[in-house]
């Protein structure tokens, strides 16, 4: 069995100046990550109006499946025209971590 996680740090556009704005940015983008059928979920920057850090996590029986799910997820990502993709923190454990 091996986990993997990434956690993505966002620059969202000027125009979430609130919180409400935020969520309509980054609700969007947790719905699209989870039909990769993922965990994912904000978790960081939850004060900030113009960044966020999403989070991912998949459970697989193979290494190579979890790497290939995390690059479908950071591929979305970097795909959404409106947000800036500012770094990535990927994790793999194996049985022996």
């Given at each position: 069995m091996f986990t993997g996680t990434a956690v993505f740090d966002l620059l969202l556009p000027g125009d979430s100046r609130s919180l409400k704005a935020k969520r309509s940015y980054v609700r969007p983008i947790v719905a699209a990550l989870r039909r990769f059928e993922v965990s994912a979920a904000e978790v960081g920057a939850l004060d900030l109006h113009?960044?966020?850090?999403?989070?991912?996590?998949?459970?697989?029986?193979?290494?190579?499946h979890v790497r290939e799910v995390l690059d479908s997820c950071e591929r979305l990502v970097v795909g959404r025209p409106e947000i800036e993709l500012l770094s990535v923190r990927r994790r793999l454990y194996g049985e022996d971590d």
């Open positions: 113009g960044r966020a850090q999403v989070a991912v996590a998949v459970v697989a029986a193979e290494a190579s």
